[in-house]
């Protein structure tokens, strides 16, 4: 980016730390760019003449005479429909070799929807993975992310659901990604043949961990220009959202604001919601799902990032790799997506609430029986059949490798029920029973 | 002439104001941003130095941008129009803005100016009134609004002049009062109120002791919130808070409902007035919608503004209290309200209490459950505020400062388990943890003994002892298996999920199933009890579980029929076949 004729350039910094430094400058706005000795880096604060920009790739090497120029405008991106089919890096600039794109140029982490021009979202996603549509149905303008040991093919999972539903964009924000994982999704998308419909922002583990705040917003900026202007129903893909809150400690540690839990910013909750809120419906049908990804270190959830980020998607996806039956299912127990009512049922077969909870419920008695099993006392033959039922029910609904419809996993499950339960074990509307139990 | 200052510093949205003369702790500023006025709160004053937050993005803000000092703090404006509209936490008037974004600086009008009211005087000429006290009414979405003295008139005054019964605007005088210094002045139908200060203008404050019906059985049945009371639900993520809170607004046998939704999901509040506009108020018929006010700051909303709008909320509430009625008021989640102020706390570099809340927090939370109650009013008519708020402490632990200092002030405790809620007992409501003080308050008793019958109380509290003793019992269970305990416990432990699954449970999603009247909750309980109460003949623990699955699976058959139909009766009559085979 290079400085224009009307460009102030200061000279003189006054305080150096790791990631910020600090100058004397006036007439500068706050979230402001700036380069410092060409190094990008955004305002963060103002005390007078005194302004402290936060430096994207860090400070190593940065003299106390560098040159500094701001450039009159917050971070932004060029949107049109020339992003589609594109590589870029966190400042949306290209990394595949192509030209720059053309079109108007938007500031990035732009103002909120007004919530009455948003729509209730009501459309299904089908992904054919029954541990997803049948007990955790996603519907468009959700926002869901997968909770995931480092160990887990969360990755893969998601890259399943972004080819199998049907959307118009998908875009790929990878925030501390490894460059393997990052040839992945390339290959996977590439393969597929549908690379002119995927816009990806990707910042590695080999670029510097503070350009990562930046890839959300840039993400979610192509977004809103394909929902609104286009009314395109985009699928958001943000890969680590741990990553990019690590980042965010950095800059706020090293900005002496005062810690809150597990060292993350006291504004952590506001800093997650105001990206994870651009997930949307809009009237006119165009859309934003955010699906995501946020790695946790020993299954913990109680930390700090996957805690906020349970208060503010609606809904979690847990990934487990059932022992019993040797695949990795949907775990049913802790996922949740909160906005399965609006479509099971309604969207789907009418039995859809009653049979996802029924076979829920047993899939718990199992675990209960299981427990039992191992405490070495004897087991029912109630605690049997539900332990029987658990790994067909593993097997042939919540293993990730199940690619069915929806009306079918209800009747893959009827036929579970009928296999080794009487009606009154499985407790459902007796008008549903009547219909649909198989004999 | 009015205070002006520049800024001099910025960091996110605080913003340090070099003034030029006077400003109030709390007054209300404009910071002049190219063109755009962004209205912002003065929370600290040091020298010539005043700090203010922004209720607004402050990008592009820079060091000598001009600011403007309103003189008064902030405030909301009070009169006919409020119900079914849906606010930001500054109360304007989402509906009112154009287009798909939210733009900086875009302040609306929270009444509609040209309407015409159906008003008709309630005072008489020549009557000694003061602030409060009712000078007409309108039919506002038909509830009978009252047209008040304006809050903020000092002493006595005399009414001179009333308007005739007829139709008129909000702006147009419909009295004119004389105060004691003989200077006449003209009241219309707006006025305005500071919303952090307490409106106080009624007679008595009395314990409150009417039973509030929510229609869920947990809470009607096993700890009773009452008209005026005050209850908070925490739970960790995903365990039903919003659920129950959004059924307790559909159900709840109130006058107004008001949802603040602070700090939460967008989509909640897009489900309220999606669906609210078509469901039926079950008390009166009419539209819940009519009855409904959503003061919206959701998540990606501007932090500062959240802080307000629990407050805007709670002023509106105390407004329609003046009129005589019976409001409820939710808040979800108070936490987030917790975290705005603990957000500021910190830019201001103040010493931080616990978890780095402001030292102050308790008293915050405990002033705002204050403003809660059951009143009398001047004129001998009773009003209420009923106030449920959520809190989400961190990593579901109880064991925080926003929890802990609720449950201070909150006589009902609502506690959400993760537990119950992944065995998907909903709502998972923590039967033993939980309580509700009203149960203590003898003039409650009494009340519900008139209301219920006279063994209410004692049915309940069995039914409480009976869950606590399953507990314990499912506990030796585990320890010691099936057969290391005797028979008889399992039928204790089987009575006790009888409760759970009859009584606690309830689906929130099925249309009969989620509301629950008090009659048919009585009905209900005389019946589980009138079984704990009877003596069975099992051979064997299995047995019992079998017999009881059965009977559960026909008791919750009751519970999804239209109460009182011929499937509701046709379950009853299978039911009593069953128990008969074994008592
Ligand atoms: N009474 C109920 N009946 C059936 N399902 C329920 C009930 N309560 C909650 N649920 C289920 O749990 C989900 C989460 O509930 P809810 O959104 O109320 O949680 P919450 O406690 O408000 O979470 P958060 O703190 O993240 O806002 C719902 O989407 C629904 O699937
Ligand atoms: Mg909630």
Redesign the pocket.
């Known amino acids: 980016m290079a400085a224009k004729a009307f460009q102030k350039i200061f000279t003189k910094i006054t305080q150096i730390t790791k990631a910020t430094c600090t100058l004397k400058a006036s007439g500068v706005g706050n979230d402001e760019l700036a380069t410092v000795n060409g190094r990008l880096a955004q305002v963060v604060k103002i005390a007078n003449d005194e302004v402290t920009l936060q430096v994207f790739t860090g400070t190593e090497g940065i003299p106390t005479d560098a040159e500094v120029i701001f450039l009159g405008k917050a971070p932004s991106l060029k949107v049109s429909e020339l992003l589609a089919g594109r590589f870029f890096n966190a400042y949306g600039d290209p990394i595949d070799g192509g030209p720059e794109v053309d079109g108007e140029e938007i500031e990035i982490g732009g103002p909120s929807v007004n919530p009455v021009r948003r729509k209730q979202p009501s459309e299904l996603i089908a992904t054919g993975i029954a541990g997803i549509d049948l007990n955790n149905t996603l519907v468009s303008g959700q926002k869901i992310p997968f909770f995931a040991d480092p160990d887990q093919p969360f990755n893969q999972v998601m890259a399943m659901v972004a080819l199998r539903a049907k959307t118009d964009k998908i875009i790929l924000g990878a925030m501390g990604m490894t460059n393997d994982d990052y040839l992945y999704f390339k290959n996977v998308f590439s393969n597929a043949g549908v690379l002119d419909r995927i816009i990806s922002f990707i910042n590695t583990t080999e670029n510097p961990s503070v350009e990562r705040l930046l890839i959300p917003d840039m993400a979610l900026t192509a977004a809103e220009y394909f929902a609104v202007e286009k009314n395109e129903k985009v699928l958001v893909l943000l890969t680590d959202m741990t990553s990019y809150a690590e980042a965010l400690s950095i800059v706020s540690n090293r900005m002496d604001q005062i810690p809150s839990k597990d060292s993350m910013p006291g504004s952590l909750y506001s800093d997650l919601a105001k990206i994870y809120e651009k997930a949307v419906q809009f009237p006119e049908g165009g859309s934003i799902t955010i699906i995501a990804v946020t790695s946790l270190s020993g299954g913990d959830i109680t930390n700090a990032v996957p805690d906020n980020t ?6 979690q996806l847990f990934l487990r790799r059932d022992s019993d039956v040797g695949k990795v299912i949907v775990d049913p127990f802790r996922s ?6 609006l479509v099971i049922g309604k969207k789907t077969r009418e039995d859809h609430p009653q049979v996802m ?1 029924a076979a829920v419920r047993l899939y718990a008695d199992a675990a209960n029986a299981k427990t039992k099993m191992e405490n070495g006392f004897d087991l029912t033959n109630y605690d049997e059949r539900t332990m029987a039922f658990a790994k067909d029910y593993s097997t042939q609904l919540l293993a990730i490798d199940v690619n069915i419809g929806v009306t079918e996993m209800l009747d893959v499950a009827w036929n579970l029920f009928s296999e080794h339960f009487t009606p009154e074990e499985v407790n459902i509307k007796q008008e549903l029973v009547n219909k649909y139990w198989k004999k | 002439m009015s205070t002006k200052g520049i800024v001099k510093g910025i960091v996110s949205n605080l913003v340090i104001v070099e003034v030029d003369g006077a400003v109030s702790q709390n007054e209300i500023c404009y910071i002049t941003l190219s063109g755009t006025k962004l209205m912002a709160e003065v929370i600290k004053v040091i020298g010539k130095n005043a700090y203010v937050q922004v209720f607004e993005s402050t990008r592009g803000l820079r060091v000598g941008d001009e600011v403007e000092f309103t003189g008064h703090m902030l405030e909301v404006t009070l009169g006919p129009g409020m119900l079914s509209k849906n606010y930001d936490g500054l109360q304007n008037d989402l509906d009112k803005m154009d287009g798909v974004f939210l733009k900086r600086g875009d302040y609306t009008f929270a009444l509609d100016k040209d309407k015409l009211w159906d008003y008709s005087p309630i005072a008489k000429v020549g009557d000694t009134v003061k602030a409060g006290d009712w000078l007409g009414e309108v039919d506002e979405n038909f509830q009978p609004h009252k047209i008040m003295v304006p809050f903020v008139f000092e002493g006595e005054y005399t009414v001179k002049e009333l308007a005739p019964a007829g139709k008129y605007t909000i702006y147009e005088n419909i009295a004119t009062l004389t105060n004691a210094q003989g200077e006449d002045i003209q009241v219309n139908m707006i006025q305005k109120w500071p919303v952090k200060r307490p409106v106080t203008l009624y007679k008595e404050k009395p314990r409150p002791f009417k039973l509030l019906e929510t229609g869920v059985r947990t809470i009607d049945t096993a700890n009773p919130i009452v008209e005026g009371g005050t209850g908070f ?1 925490p ?13 307790i607004s559909k159900q709840a046998e109130a006058d107004i409902v008001i949802i603040a939704a602070c700090g ?2 967008a989509n ?1 509040v897009v489900e309220i007035f999606t669906e609210f506009p078509h469901l039926d108020d079950p008390h009166t018929g009419r539209k819940l919608m009519e009855r409904t006010i959503i003061v919206a700051n959701t998540s990606n909303m501007p932090v500062a503004a959240r802080e307000a709008s629990v407050y805007t909320a709670m002023t509106m509430a105390e407004y329609y209290r003046s009129m005589g009625l019976k409001v409820l008021l939710m808040a ?2 108070t936490s987030r309200w917790a975290q705005a102020l603990r957000e500021m706390s910190n830019r201001l570099e103040e010493l931080p209490g616990p978890d780095a809340f402001p030292m102050d927090l308790s008293a915050i939370i405990s002033n705002f459950y204050g403003r809660a109650g059951f009143v009398y009013l001047n004129n001998g008519a009773t009003g209420s505020i009923t106030f449920i708020g ?1 809190v ?1 402490p961190a990593g579901g632990n109880l064991k925080e400062p926003v929890t802990e200092n609720t449950k201070k002030v909150a006589r009902c405790f609502y506690a ?1 388990e993760q537990d119950r ?1 992944d065995k ?1 007992r ?3 409501i923590n039967p033993i943890d939980s309580y509700s003080k009203y149960l203590e308050y003898p003039e409650f008793e009494d009340y519900i003994k008139d209301l219920i019958s006279e063994d209410w109380i004692e049915k309940v509290n069995e039914m409480k002892n009976r869950l606590l003793r399953g507990k314990e019992i499912a506990e030796q269970i585990n320890i010691l298996g099936d057969d290391g305990v005797p028979l008889e416990y399992h039928v204790t432990f089987w009575k006790s999920e009888l409760i759970d699954f009859v009584i606690l ?6 249309a009969i199933d ?1 509301v629950c009247p008090i009659d048919r909750q009585k009905y209900m309980l005389d019946f589980v009890i009138d079984v704990c109460r009877t003596d069975f003949q099992f051979n064997g623990f299995l047995e019992v579980m079998d017999y009881f699955k059965k009977m559960i699976n026909l008791f919750k058959q009751m519970n999804y029929s239209e109460y009182k139909s011929e499937n509701f009766y046709s379950f009853e009559s299978e039911l009593k076949k069953l128990i008969a085979e074994r008592a």
Do not use: C, M, W
């Not at chain 2, 449970?505 to 099925?510: G, I, K, N």
């Open positions: 349970g208060y503010i998607t609606e809904g949740l997506s909160r906005l399965k009512q909870n | 639900i739970g960790p993520f995903g365990t039903g808070k919003t659920v129950l809170q959004h059924g939460e999901r909640e979800d989640s959520t989400s959400l809620a998907k909903y709502p998972a449970q309830q689906d929130a999603f099925d989620s």
